[in-house]
Each structure stands twice: as C-alpha cells, then as structure tokens.
C-alpha cells in the first residue's frame, strides 16, 4: 500500500522563510514611506531656498550692485555646505552607533528647527545687516541636518531591502525630484499670480511655512519605524570614523569623486531659473516651468532607472549617463543661448533630468555598497557630503562668478562637462577596484 502522507518537511523549510521575505518586502515599503517624507522634506527646505534666491538676496542682503546681491545669496546657499560633511559625520556617526531610526530623527528635527527659523527672520529693512546673519544661521543649521540625512536614509532604505535593492534605494533620489518639483511648483503660482510687493512681503515665506507643517508628520512616521535587520545583527564599529579614513579611505575618496556628477547636475537645474532670468532675460515664470520639468523627470524617472540598475548594475548604468552629460553638456548651453525661449528651455531641463536621473538614481544603490555595514552611514555621509561641497554646493556661486569674469554664458556647459569627465573615471574606479558592475 502506497503511503500518501503528505512530506510537510519541506513546506517547514520554506514557510518560515517566504513568511519571513513576506514581512521583509513590508517592512521595505514602509521604509521608503518613512524616509521618502522625512528626505523629500529636508531636501525641499534645500532646493526652495535656490528657488527664491533672487528675491532673498533683495530682501536680506540688499547692494546697489546686480551682481553682489545674488552672489550674498548663493554664497549663504553654499556656505550651508561647509557644514555638510560636519553633520555627516556627527549624525552618520550616531547611527552607525545607535541605529539608523535614531540618525534619521535627528536630522529631521534640526532641519525643522532651521527651517523655523527662515520662517521668522525679520528683513533687511527691519533690522539691518542681523537679518543677512539669522539666515546663515538658519542655512549652517540645515546643512548640518542633511549632511546626516541622506547617509542614514539611504542606509534605512538598502538595509530594509531583502532584494531589488537599487529599486528601493532610488526612491532616495525620487524624492529629491519631487522636492524640485514642488519647489518649482511654488515658485511659479507665487511668481505667476503675487504682485512683486506681495511676493517680498510675505510670498516667499510660504513654502518655508508649508515645510513646517509637514516636519512634525515626518518625524512621527519615523519615529513608529523598526530599525534596520542590518544593523540589528551586526556588532557596531567602536570607532566608526577612524575606520571609515584608515579602512576604508580608499572607497572613500572614490566616492567623493562618484557623487560629484550627481551634486553638480542637480544644482546646475536649480541654478538655470536664475540663469535664465538674469543673463538671458526670460520671464520667471517661463524659468519656473523648466524647473518643474526636471523635478518630473526625477521623480517618476528614477524608480524606472532604479529597476534597469537591479538588471544591468549601478555601475553600468551612471556609466552610460555620464558619457551622454560628456557629450550633450556644452551644446545644450549653445541651443538655449541661441534661442532663449519657453520650449529650447523646456527641452533643455529635460535632457538634463533624463541624464541626471540617469547617474543619481543608482548612485545611492552603487555607494551603500562600497562601505560594510559596520561603518555605512558614516562612510556615505562623510563621502556623499565631500562631494556635494567641493563640487555642488557652490556650484551656483561658481557659475555667477565665472560668468561675471569671462563673459561667457557657456560656463555652466563646460563646469558640467568638466565633472561629469572626473565623475566617469570615480565611477570607472570603483566597477575595477571593488567590483561595482
């Protein structure tokens, strides 16, 4: 007689382990909640200060010279940088120590605080040279706060991740696009339907004011999450900095090369609203309208870019958009020159989106694996905010000054190009030396 009992051996092997996925792929998706709010938040509070930059500097710190006043402004836009790589390591650092969650709440609360601040400052006209002071305290406070974010978010997300792991990580850079794109968003219908009076009386306070209320939210949904199995599991690093310079300096550095293209391509868009206006004399609201171009590319681009990197390799991926930035860089800037109208710039922001989404949405999938997880969160903020400061963060003021001095309006084409050859070669790097594909 044939014995027809069931062998439940190995349905006991695998329950527990695709209940176990199950709960992992929940987990992830809850975490790209958790750190898609909290990211797009304090990258929002960011970009929206570059957004409004023009009207800033004529508030805060008023010259009789065209030139000055926005070179105060985007000189306090990258003076926030300075304290990038500070905040990464502090708040890396403390979540390489206490746990991803604990880093993520941190940041989250200091950029409430400077961003609170920005909503209160007084003018120029109310009290003098202090006003142009609480902004830069405001902008050294949030660059502080994201010199910790995008280490311990990124980490968040990866670690969350049982597979598809670049998918889940270019949420991080998707979130960033919807910050530029709400960001444009603001600055048009402000632009567009407020009186010049209105929009320095209190306009451009609003999206400032907007953030505000979206902090506490973000905070509290970060504060319900679980911390990462990753980091649960392992024995943290009793030195996580000394180990990110000695152990691991070389990854780092590379890095730092790595992530230059995707700083530089970001702040090249959210400088082309002040390009247009200043030096080619288009409307505001023409500039705003590229912006949301880019900020739609990057948003709905990078979860698309995020799954080819799951099939093909970060590597390959940034490598392929690296080489287009190489090749259409320069003569994107010749088209717009030659033809400062709505559509060239339309057309414009969106080659620029398609290969900036290109590079950035894989990069944080590329660099979480660079580091162990002993030291990821410091390792990734101290390298992602190297990058942004040295190549990034005064990008905008790098760009003024050096139209101001050679009169060329070509110089952002060659600044782009210039760091998309250095980033190729980063990238180039880390596939051979710590076989990234």
């Given amino acids: 007689m044939t014995d027809r009992t069931p062998d439940l051996s190995s349905v006991a ?26 990211n797009g938040l304090e990258w929002f509070d960011v970009i929206v200060y570059g957004t409004f930059a023009v009207t800033i500097s004529r508030l805060f710190f008023p010259t009789n010279d065209a030139t000055v006043s926005p070179l105060l402004a985007f000189g306090s836009f990258g003076i926030s940088f300075i304290m990038r790589p500070l905040g990464g390591i ?14 993520m709440l941190v940041s989250i609360s200091l950029m409430f605080l400077g961003t609170l601040m920005i909503v209160l400052a007084p003018t120029a006209a109310m009290i003098g040279v202090a006003a142009a002071v609480i902004i830069l305290l405001a902008r050294l406070l949030q660059g502080f706060a994201a010199g910790g974010e995008f280490g311990t978010a ?16 270019s949420w991080q850079v998707a979130t960033q696009g919807a910050a530029i794109l709400l960001a444009g968003v603001f600055g048009f219908f402000l632009n567009t339907y407020l ?16 953030a505000l209320l979206i902090g ?23 030195s996580p900095l000394k180990d990110t310079f000695v152990a691991n300096g070389g990854r780092l550095w590379t890095m730092v090369g790595v992530v230059a293209l995707g700083s530089v391509s970001i702040y090249t868009a959210l400088y082309m609203p002040t390009y247009a206006t200043v030096n080619l004399g288009m409307s505001p609201q023409i500039a705003f309208v590229s912006t949301l171009v880019f900020g739609v590319v990057m948003t709905f681009g990078s979860p698309f870019i995020g799954r080819l990197s799951d099939a093909v390799g970060p590597a ?5 958009a690296a080489i287009g930035t190489i090749v259409l860089g320069i003569p994107l800037f010749v088209l717009i020159n030659a033809s400062p109208t709505l559509w060239t710039i339309v057309v414009i922001e969106l080659v620029l989106g398609v290969l900036a989404t290109g590079y950035f949405a894989p990069l944080p999938a590329l660099i979480s694996t660079i580091f162990p997880v002993q030291v990821r969160t ?3 903020s101290l390298g992602y905010n190297i990058g942004v400061t040295v190549f990034g963060g005064f990008a905008p003021v790098i760009l003024v000054a050096l139209i101001a001095s050679t009169g060329s309006l070509l110089v ?20 051979k030396a710590f076989a990234q594909r």
């Fill in 195 to 210: 009186s010049a009076q209105s929009l320095s009386s209190w306009g451009w306070r609003v999206p400032f004011i907007f």
């Fill in 154 to 169: 990124t980490a968040f997300l990866v670690e969350h991740a049982p597979n598809r792991k670049a998918f889940y990580a």
């Fill in 90 to 103: 502090f708040i890396g650092r403390y979540a390489d120590k206490s746990g991803r969650k604990a880093g």
């Fill in 378 to 380: 410091t390792g990734m």
């Fill in 13 to 38: 092997t695998t329950a527990p382990d695709t209940l176990e996925l199950i709960e992992r792929k929940k987990q992830a998706r809850k975490a790209v909640i958790a750190a898609s709010i909290g």
């Fill in 216 to 238: 506490p939210v973000g905070w509290y949904i970060r504060s319900k999450m679980q911390d990462t199995p990753e980091f649960l599991a392992m024995e943290p690093s009793k």
């Fill in 316 to 320: 390959r991926v940034m490598t392929w």
């Fill in 412 to 431: 952002p084409g060659f600044y782009l190009v210039s760091i998309a050859a250095l980033s190729l070669a980063s990238v180039l790097v880390s596939r």
